[in-house]
């Protein structure tokens, strides 16, 4: 209820990233390692698609432990009890199980026990596809905030001896909490998502699902690993992307001159590349660690929004520019004023 004298707020709210968050495991394996096991070489990996080692999470820690991390990172960032979490999304292509959600395991274990929990499953760009649910649910007033994750542990769902795939991906998880913006501070400005069902034989994971369960006295005829058709991924990611950042910024009411920093999907650094170019940006303002990580999904901008802004390249006032793509396939994009 208003109180007397104050006025009614207007919906829906303009709503802000009140913390980030990230969670790496330990231990890394380098393109030198993967030299050892399957036919490649570090300098294939590196000229191919810029990444130098990935993280792979230990046996017993879980797409959800990783999540859970992310997640206390951010509130405490965002300065906020995680009892007083409203709603949590993590977007996953590596849940924990098949049900529940994996965000119910996280609302265990952060105990967030007053908050609606569920996934989504939009694979890479699935981090800003939640950040644009929570924001219209937090903006509405039906959510006083909420906890948004991506999180992956895509080392349990790679064919480890296919070198067209097991050399580009890692674990990890990325987190943020959206409050409602009332005071002036920073906001997110526009977001753009989409999808196209037709190609979503470019890149799945065959197995596992209704279609192909690994039920006892079934034998599955596919596997429950990655399958990708690189080449033509490749060329959709830099058209989706590039469409995604420009739909993006005209939304905003801003043009690329704007932007401070882009922060786009962590698949690919000559996908990176021809994005920058194409958008004619400077490749100085463009957040890049799949060096260190490698594609870590839904985790990817997640983990590189936290960096970005702990390292201090995020400042008050700054305007920036996510981006993503995914199977689905899928693209978002989403500006942030900060
Ligand atoms: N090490 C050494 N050689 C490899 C290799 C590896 N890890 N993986 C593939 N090759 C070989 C191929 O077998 C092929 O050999 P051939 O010419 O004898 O048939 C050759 O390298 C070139 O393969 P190609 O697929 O044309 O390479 P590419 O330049 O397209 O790079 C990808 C391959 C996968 C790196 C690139 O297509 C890509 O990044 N695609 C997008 C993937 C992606 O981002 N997916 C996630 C989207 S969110």
């Given at each position: 209820m208003t109180e007397p004298g104050s006025t009614a707020p207007t919906y829906p709210l303009p709503v802000r990233i009140a913390?980030?968050?990230?969670?790496?495991?330990?231990?890394?394996?380098?393109?030198h390692d993967l030299e050892l096991t399957v036919d490649t070489s570090d300098e294939w990996i590196t000229s191919r698609t810029g990444i130098r080692e990935r993280r792979i999470a230990r046996e017993d820690e879980f797409t959800s432990h990783m999540a859970s991390?992310?997640?206390?990172?951010?509130?405490?960032?965002?300065?906020?009890?995680?009892?007083?979490?409203?709603?949590?999304?993590?977007?996953?292509?590596?849940?924990?199980?098949?049900?529940?959600?994996?965000?119910?395991?996280?609302?265990?274990?952060?105990?967030?026990?007053?908050?609606?929990?569920?996934?989504?499953s939009a694979a890479c760009s699935g981090f800003l596809y939640a950040m644009e649910l929570a924001r219209h649910a937090v903006g509405a007033g039906a959510f006083r905030n909420a906890l948004i994750i991506g999180a992956?542990?895509?080392?349990?769902?790679?064919?480890?001896?296919?070198?067209?795939?097991?050399?580009?991906?890692?674990?990890?998880?990325?987190?943020?909490?959206?409050?409602?913006?009332?005071?002036?501070?920073?906001?997110?400005?526009?977001?753009?998502?989409?999808?196209?069902?037709?190609?979503?034989?470019?890149?799945n994971i065959p197995g596992g699902g209704s279609a192909c369960p690994s039920?006892?006295?079934?034998?599955?005829?596919?596997?429950?690993?990655?399958?990708?058709?690189?080449?033509?991924?490749f060329k959709h990611a830099v058209n989706a992307m590039r469409k995604a950042s420009t739909d993006g910024i005209a939304a905003a009411?801003?043009?690329?001159?704007?932007?401070?920093?882009?922060?786009?999907?962590?698949?690919?650094?000559?996908?990176?590349?021809?994005?920058?170019?194409?958008?004619?940006?400077?490749?100085?303002?463009?957040?890049?660690?799949?060096?260190?990580?490698?594609?870590?999904?839904?985790?990817?901008v997640a983990i590189a929004l936290d960096e970005a802004h702990r390292q201090g390249r995020i400042k008050p006032g700054d305007k920036v520019l996510l981006v993503a793509f995914g199977a689905g396939l899928t693209w978002a994009s989403a500006v942030i004023e900060w």
């Amino acid at each position: 209820m208003t109180e007397p004298g104050s006025t009614a707020p207007t919906y829906p709210l303009p709503v802000r990233i009140a913390g980030t968050g990230s969670y790496l495991p330990e231990k890394v394996m380098t393109n030198h390692d993967l030299e050892l096991t399957v036919d490649t070489s570090d300098e294939w990996i590196t000229s191919r698609t810029g990444i130098r080692e990935r993280r792979i999470a230990r046996e017993d820690e879980f797409t959800s432990h990783m999540a859970s991390e992310a997640a206390k990172r951010a509130l405490e960032q965002a300065k906020i009890d995680p009892a007083d979490i409203d709603l949590i999304v993590v977007a996953t292509i590596t849940p924990d199980t098949l049900t529940p959600a994996t965000a119910c395991y996280v609302q265990q274990q952060i105990g967030a026990f007053k908050s609606v929990a569920f996934d989504v499953s939009a694979a890479c760009s699935g981090f800003l596809y939640a950040m644009e649910l929570a924001r219209h649910a937090v903006g509405a007033g039906a959510f006083r905030n909420a906890l948004i994750i991506g999180a992956e542990k895509l080392s349990a769902f790679v064919d480890w001896n296919d070198r067209n795939t097991c050399v580009l991906f890692g674990d990890g998880a990325g987190a943020a909490v959206l409050v409602p913006s009332t005071n002036g501070g920073g906001r997110i400005l526009s977001s753009c998502l989409g999808t196209d069902g037709a190609q979503a034989e470019l890149l799945n994971i065959p197995g596992g699902g209704s279609a192909c369960p690994s039920t006892p006295g079934c034998t599955p005829t596919k596997t429950a690993t990655l399958a990708m058709q690189g080449r033509e991924v490749f060329k959709h990611a830099v058209n989706a992307m590039r469409k995604a950042s420009t739909d993006g910024i005209a939304a905003a009411g801003l043009t690329i001159q704007d932007i401070d920093l882009i922060i786009p999907h962590q698949a690919n650094l000559r996908i990176i590349d021809a994005i920058v170019e194409r958008l004619d940006f400077s490749r100085e303002n463009v957040f890049i660690n799949l060096d260190k990580y490698g594609n870590t999904s839904a985790a990817a901008v997640a983990i590189a929004l936290d960096e970005a802004h702990r390292q201090g390249r995020i400042k008050p006032g700054d305007k920036v520019l996510l981006v993503a793509f995914g199977a689905g396939l899928t693209w978002a994009s989403a500006v942030i004023e900060w």
